[in-house]
């Protein structure tokens, strides 16, 4: 069975940076993409990100572009995701997972049926 666990979230000020952590198990972690997600209350997840198995190429939503950048450590079995000039419609709880590439960028990911706890990211002066 798959587990995943976020951590790395916290509250920072607009501009500020952040480096979520996405540590896997149960999987083969080199031979799957990896996604990272984000919610808000009372609204749908949405994708924020994906690299492929290779390491590239790797995809980023139109509001992220230019200041996140995903990576992954086949080595330690872990996602990355690097937020920076981070602003407060950033404010959501962030999820990973992993998977075939075609599955995370489906629906946003709704075929999945294992989630991490999440972490949360909260942008504010």
């Known amino acids: 069975q798959v587990q995943l666990v976020e951590s790395g979230g916290g509250l920072v000020q607009p501009g500020g940076s952040l480096r979520l952590s996405c540590s896997v198990s149960?999987?083969?972690?080199?031979?799957?993409?990896l996604g990272w997600y984000r919610q808000t209350p009372g609204k749908q997840r949405e994708l924020v990100a994906t690299?492929?198995?290779?390491?590239?190429?790797?995809y980023y939503s139109d509001s992220v572009k230019d200041r996140f950048t995903i990576s992954r450590d086949d080595a330690e079995n872990t996602a990355y995701l690097q937020m920076n000039d981070l602003e407060s419609g950033d404010t959501a709880i962030y999820y990973c997972?992993?998977?075939?590439?075609?599955?995370?960028?489906?629906?946003?990911?709704?075929?999945?049926?294992?989630w991490g706890q999440g972490t949360q990211v909260t942008v504010s002066s």
């Open positions: 149960g999987a083969i972690f080199r031979a799957n993409a």
């Open positions: 997972n992993i998977g075939p590439l075609i599955e995370l960028r489906t629906r946003n990911g709704q075929g999945f049926a294992t």
């Open positions: 690299v492929t198995a290779a390491g590239s190429p790797k």
